[in-house]
Nanobody
Framework: QVQLVESGGGLVQPGGSLRLSCAASGFTLDYYTIGWFRQAPGKEREGVSCIGSSDGSTYYADSVKGRFTISRDNAKNTVYLQMNSLKPEDTAVYSC?????????????????????WGQGTQVTVSS
């Protein structure tokens, strides 16, 4: 079965850290551009970060730049999102997605149905 599964979400205090994982089964992640998106209640989906397949190029939204780090472990078929200095406004459901390696520059710009695979999402809540 082809799927992406996110994990690592939870409740954390402001200033804290979480590491999200996006694990693939049924296909190999290293071929794909992988993106992380988030959606808070009542807000539009926001592209947070992407990592390319060939040279490991990365993209970060301005809202997370300097605080979040995306990385790959191809041996584990997993992509990570390390989130530091978390803020209440980071609260959202975080989902990972896979798309063609040729579309890295469009990683956060495409309609949802243009991506090849989506995970089910993991809740991140930042609150004291």
């Amino acid at each position: 079965q082809v799927q992406l599964v996110e994990s690592g979400g939870g409740l954390v205090q402001p200033g804290g850290s979480l590491r999200l994982s996006c694990a693939a089964s049924g296909f190999t992640l290293d071929y794909y551009t992988i993106g992380w998106f988030r959606q808070a209640p009542g807000k539009e989906r926001e592209g947070v970060s992407c990592i390319g397949s060939s040279d490991g190029s990365t993209y970060y939204a301005d809202s997370v730049k300097g605080r979040f780090t995306i990385s790959r472990d191809n041996a584990k078929n997993t992509v990570y999102l390390q989130m530091n200095s978390l803020k209440p406004e980071d609260t959202a459901v975080y989902s990972c997605t896979a798309l063609s390696p040729l579309l890295f520059k469009l990683c956060v710009l495409l309609p949802a149905d243009e991506y090849d695979y989506w995970g089910q999402g993991t809740q991140v809540t930042v609150s004291s």
